[in-house]
């Protein structure tokens, strides 16, 4: 079974430019997260889906951060305008329900680094 | 809120060495409570994970129990591996309303095991 694919795997830009990040989730899961993890931390949610609909964003920083899932498959997340402290890896992870919990299953993430 | 602390690494041992990593929540309810792994440059992988009170969760020789009275799930390792090294994450969860559940991380403890 294929994993959680996301893209790029690094990214670098300047403050102030945009950026945006792709995820594939495991074939028939439907919820679908995006994880900031910044050096040194543990990764923090920045927006839950449950197939194309939002489920939780409540720290998600709308006035520059956004993402959609139109078809309830695969997601973008996008930065515009980046800042410095956005410096972070950017997870993506997928769920199933399993007995009585859901398992989330994480992809590789992008690295981003705003100069 | 939810909140999940955990011992500060890096925790540096020799390979065959007993390890324990410390972790403790604040939570509402009866959340469950998870351990992954972080391998360099990977995403993270599921290690092990406990739905209730005194459930054992296990996996590749690491074993963590839910106890709900002291509010805490210790990872511990009988015999190390320099293979182990990794960061290791514990985690709660809280199932959702809209589906789905809601990871809080700790800030991850750095495992280093030398030969």
């Known amino acids: 079974e294929a994993g959680v694919a996301q893209s790029p795997r690094y990214k670098i830009i300047e403050k102030r430019q945009s950026v945006a990040f792709w995820c594939n989730p495991i074939?028939?899961?439907?919820?679908l997260y995006w994880y900031q993890q910044i050096l040194g931390q543990g990764p923090k949610l920045l927006i839950q889906?449950?197939?194309?609909?939002?489920?939780?964003d409540s720290q998600l920083p709308k006035d520059r951060f956004s993402a959609e899932r139109l078809k309830g498959v695969d997601s973008t997340l996008k930065i515009q305008p980046a800042k410095l402290e956005d410096s972070a890896v950017y997870l993506c992870?997928?769920?199933?329900?399993?007995?009585?919990?859901?398992?989330?299953?994480f992809g590789p993430g992008t690295r981003l680094t705003v100069t | 809120g939810n909140s999940v602390t955990q011992m500060e690494g890096p925790v540096t041992l020799s390979e065959e060495a007993f390890l324990t990593i410390n972790c403790t929540y604040t939570?509402?309810?009866?959340?469950?409570l998870f351990w992954y792994v972080q391998y360099p440059g990977e995403g993270l992988q599921l290690l092990l994970k406990?739905?209730?009170?005194?459930d054992k969760g296990s996996n590749k020789g690491f074993e963590a129990t839910y106890r709900k009275e002291t509010t805490s799930f210790h990872l511990e390792k009988g015999s190390v591996q320099v293979s182990d090294s990794a960061v290791y994450f514990c985690?709660?969860?809280?199932?959702?309303?809209?589906?789905?559940?809601?990871?809080?991380f700790g800030t991850g403890t750095q495992l280093k095991v030398e030969l």
């Open positions: 939570a509402t309810g009866y959340p469950s």
């Open positions: 074939s028939g899961h439907a919820t």
């Open positions: 406990a739905t209730k009170a005194d």
């Open positions: 889906f449950q197939n194309n609909g939002v489920v939780d």
């Open positions: 985690a709660l969860s809280d199932l959702l309303t809209g589906g789905g559940n809601k990871l809080t």
């Open positions: 992870a997928s769920s199933l329900f399993s007995g009585q919990i859901y398992e989330q299953y």
